[in-house]
């Protein structure tokens, strides 16, 4: 799976500092619309696809963003981007499923949500909305934990893999970080919820409500993790 070039601060910033925000849309989908269901339905892609095979049978696609890390605290980047023809649809969390580095299932709490563990983050810690990604559009996630090794009782965790889905039910896709993710004793991460990602000024879908205020300026020496 090809990663973006793109680091995680960025996408920070990009969701504290832009205007655009997440679609709205009803508990139903409406014609031209793809959701997100609830049930379990995983699959795997272990493969690296080829350029002509990297959009998924539900017209999206999964990619890792570069990771970030500031005193411990580590964070990497998702994206979902829509390569289809039609408006796909979520609401909440990801789906992230950890695996070791056979793909075996690992014990690790897997927390909806990111201020347990990185304290509160422009928009990355507000509730889930309702998004709808549009062809060509890209929503985005992060994943945060931390190295702390502060239990010698328990032997140091590394997720060597990623089965991450648009939501849960929905085809799910494996993702190889580089290096994995060192979770140390504590054997926990968390999600942010999907944001849209949309180009300052461009509107949002019709029919949906205008996007919250955008939260304060954050500035480049001040730590955002």
């Known amino acids: 799976m090809r990663r973006?070039?793109?680091?995680v601060i960025a996408l920070l910033l990009l969701s504290g500092c832009g205007p655009g925000g997440p679609g709205q849309g009803g508990d139903s989908c409406g014609e031209g619309v793809r959701c997100a269901g609830a049930e379990p339905s995983w699959q795997r892609t272990d493969a690296p696809p080829s350029p002509a095979a990297t959009c998924g049978p539900e017209g999206v696609r999964l990619e890792l963003a570069e990771r970030d890390a500031a005193m411990g605290l580590r964070a990497l980047g998702v994206w979902l981007v829509n390569c289809g023809t039609v408006d796909y649809r979520v609401d909440g969390y990801p789906d992230v499923a950890p695996l070791g580095a056979e793909r075996e299932p690992l014990d690790v709490r897997v927390l909806d949500g990111v201020t347990e563990i990185a304290g509160a983050l422009p928009?990355?810690?507000d509730p889930p909305r309702p998004v709808v990604v549009r062809p060509g559009e890209r929503a985005s996630a992060i994943?945060?934990?931390r190295n702390t090794y502060d239990d010698t009782r328990?032997?140091?965790?590394v997720v060597s893999h990623l089965a991450v889905a648009p939501a849960a039910g929905r085809p799910a896709t494996v993702l190889g970080p580089d290096g994995g993710l060192d979770l140390g004793s504590t054997g926990r991460l968390g999600v942010s919820p999907w944001l849209i990602e949309r180009a300052p000024g461009e509107a949002a879908p019709?029919?949906?409500?205008p996007a919250p205020p955008s939260a304060p300026h954050v500035e480049p020496s001040r730590p955002l993790l």
């Open 206 to 209: 019709t029919g949906t409500p």
């Open 4 to 7: 973006l070039a793109y680091p």
């Open 123 to 125: 928009r990355r810690s």
């Open 143 to 145: 994943v945060v934990w």
């Open 154 to 157: 328990r032997p140091p965790v």
